[in-house]
């Protein structure tokens, strides 16, 4: 659904200059689950937000595929730059920044679509649908995210995501900050939210250990490139980067 073309993003100028992103090469198929690991710093959130749009490369083009059914008109290329047929939506590490505290749940779900001049009424059914969807209860509906756990703050910002119905999501970092257990929950649900919503997932960690039964394809990044890709399962049995061997090491045998 995606081509990610020799993406580089370099932060700065001159002897501050500092390259986040180099010359990155991906493609992202539909209704699948590829993850993106490296160490803090690698470059994973700038690459994110450059596919998502918030950030523009400093070189380099990010290339939607044509979605299946929507008619461009007669000798448009199959391709097509800049602004995606798809949807796309983000999810960010930090609930407690992304979410407003002020807000109760029913309004921040709600939200996406009241934007798009959908009815309170109608846009609250929905976000009670969604809520049903990633487990959380209807009691939490008119709380506050303040009065929300950390897992279940960042199932509210997954319920969000999916009212715009994406075809892409991109999760970044979004269980750094949970447990072991309530991790492993969100993955599951992430995992049967994908096959329901057929939706491709760009899921962005440093915990090699998370994606294991979870991501279909993996990538590496190391200082802003790519070090290795390949599926999950070849990846983390026969790897065949150097980097990624001692990373799968830190990870798997502290
Ligand atoms: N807005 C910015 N201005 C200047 N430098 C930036 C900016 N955003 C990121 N960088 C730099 O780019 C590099 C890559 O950062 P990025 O946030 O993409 O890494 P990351 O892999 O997401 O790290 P983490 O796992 O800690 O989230 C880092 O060296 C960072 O300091
Ligand atoms: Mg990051």
């Not at 044509?66 to 949807?87: H, I």
């Not at 059914?125 to 487990?135: D, G, N, P, Q, S």
């Not at 995992?191 to 960690?205: G, N, P, V, W």
Request: net charge neutral; with cysteine; proline share 4%.
């Amino acid at each position: 659904m995606l081509n990610i073309v020799q993406i580089s993003k370099e932060f700065g100028r001159g002897d501050q200059a500092q390259t986040a992103v180099q010359n990155v090469s991906l493609t992202l198929q539909k209704n699948e689950i590829f993850a993106l690991v490296g160490e803090s710093g690698s470059g994973k959130s700038t690459l994110a937000e450059i596919v998502i749009g918030l950030q523009q490369p400093t070189s380099g083009s990010i290339v939607w595929q044509e979605e299946a059914g929507l008619n461009w008109g007669k000798g448009r290329s199959r391709t097509r730059k800049r602004m995606s047929p798809w949807k796309v939506q983000m999810i960010f590490q930090n609930p407690d920044r992304s979410l407003n505290p002020y807000w109760k749940v029913k309004d921040i779900v709600s939200e996406p679509l009241v934007l798009q001049q959908v009815s309170r009424a109608e846009a609250g059914i929905m976000a009670a649908e969604l809520l049903e969807r990633v487990k959380l209860p209807l009691s939490l509906m008119e709380k506050s995210p303040s009065e929300c756990s950390g897992g279940q703050k960042q199932r509210i910002a997954i319920a969000r995501a999916l009212m715009m119905a994406p075809s892409l999501l991109i999760a970044d970092e979004i269980t750094s900050a949970l447990d072991p257990s309530t991790e492993e929950e969100i993955l599951n649900l992430l995992r049967s939210l994908k096959d329901e919503h057929q939706m491709a997932i760009l899921y962005i960690t440093h915990r090699l250990e998370s994606i294991s039964g979870f991501a279909d394809r993996m990538a590496v990044m190391k200082a802003g490139t790519i070090v290795e890709e390949g599926t999950v399962e070849r990846v983390l049995s026969n790897s065949q980067n150097t980097y990624t061997r001692d990373l799968i090491k830190a990870c798997f045998y502290v």
